[in-house]
Nanobody
Framework: QVQLVESGGGLVQPGGSLGLSCAASGSIFSAYVMGWYYQAPGNEREMVAH???????TYRDSVKGRFTISRDNAKNTVYLQMNRLNPEDTSVYYC???????????WGPGTQVTVSS
């Protein structure tokens, strides 16, 4: 059983910053990829940022230069620092872990990020 626990969501004004974190626990063989997706009401879940074990990162175009993903491999924890937030970033953010050893993806329950004045 693998659990992902997210923290750090909330309400922030446009132009502000917010940090998310996600700690994975349980029987993890290889947390090859950890990252974040978001899903606004009525929309599909979309990738925000990924980082693999080697530190290679992938960002969606709309967050490049504003969001930074990082991870602590020893703790199976991934972080997302979000700067210069705008209302279009409002969504539920989901933590994601792909265990390459088991070929299985895991998701956190989601944390709400609201950007509003």
């Amino acid at each position: 059983q693998v659990q992902l626990v997210e923290s750090g969501g909330g309400l922030v004004q446009p132009g502000g910053s917010l940090g998310l974190s996600c700690a994975a626990s349980g029987s993890i063989f290889s947390a090859y990829v950890m990252g974040w997706y978001y899903q606004a009401p009525g929309n599909e879940r979309e990738m925000v940022a990924h980082m693999d074990l080697s530190g290679r990162t992938t960002y969606r175009d709309s967050v490049k230069g504003r969001f930074t993903i990082s991870r602590d491999n020893a703790k199976n924890t991934v972080y997302l620092q979000m700067n210069r937030l705008n209302p279009e970033d409002t969504s539920v953010y989901y933590c994601y872990l792909y265990d390459a050893g088991r070929g299985t993806a895991y998701w956190g329950p989601g944390t709400q990020v609201t950007v509003s004045s």
